[in-house]
């Protein structure tokens, strides 16, 4: 069964660095989307996009993060300066129509020390 | 703003009992309603979901009931087994735009054997 796929599955940095998470969406689907969630709390939504654009971005999705579609395969996450606030786990979803299941990566857990 | 509702927030039941957790969403816009269940160390897997044209919708032990009238909609989990202790998501979703899902806050539920 295809299924979203994303590295790493922990990433430890130091607070100001950059970081890129990578997320291989399922190989039909057109829509794409990042989420987090922090340690207990409820999965958030950053991002979606679709058609090489950003579609919708969350309040929390400011300038210090960029989404791209560099290839047919990949979706990355670029945080440019790390903050401690921005330690969560961070999903990436795909689906094949915009009306319709998510399908959700296993995440990566972003630690900013 | 747009926000999602959920109740309990943790739920104990003794295995072959019901577990019945509820969702309260504000945009009456939203049409698409997904629950996911998401087990420890992993990425949210969707587990049924409803349209806003049908009230009710069944698979094997699983059911979830909306109604769009008071904004609300229930996940049903008969016969529960172990297998079935995990976090549950509901979400609500207008299926025009962007898609985005909106969380509700997660119910823990634990099925003592």
């Known amino acids: 069964e295809p299924e979203v796929t994303q590295t790493p599955s922990h990433q430890v940095t130091q607070m100001g660095q950059e970081v890129i998470l990578r997320c291989v969406p399922i190989s039909n689907h057109l829509y794409f989307y990042w989420y987090r969630q922090i340690l207990g709390q409820k999965v958030e939504f950053l991002v979606s996009?679709?058609?090489?654009?950003?579609?919708?971005k969350s309040e929390i999705f400011d300038d210090q993060f960029s989404v791209e579609r560099p290839d047919g395969s990949n979706f990355t996450l670029k945080i440019r300066s790390t903050k401690l606030e921005d330690s969560a786990m961070y999903f990436c979803a795909s689906s094949e129509m915009g009306a319709g299941e998510q399908f959700f990566g296993p995440g990566t857990r972003l630690t900013v020390l | 703003g747009e926000n999602v509702e959920q109740h309990p927030s943790t739920l104990s039941v003794q295995e072959g009992d019901s577990a019945v957790i509820k969702c309260t969403y504000s945009?009456?816009?939203?049409?698409?309603f997904p629950w996911y269940k998401q087990e420890l160390g992993k990425g949210p897997q969707l587990i049924i979901d409803i349209r806003s044209n049908v009230g009710e919708k069944k698979d094997q032990r699983i059911a979830v009931t909306l109604n769009k009238t008071a904004k609300h909609f229930s996940l049903h989990i008969t016969e529960t087994q172990p297998e079935d202790s995990a976090v549950y998501f509901c979400?609500?979703?207008?299926?025009?735009?962007?898609?985005?899902?909106?969380f509700g806050t997660g119910t823990r539920l634990k099925v003592l054997a």
């Open positions: 945009d009456s816009a939203s049409n698409y």
């Open positions: 996009f679709y058609n090489n654009e950003i579609s919708e």
């Open positions: 979400a609500a979703c207008l299926t025009s735009g962007t898609y985005k899902y909106i």
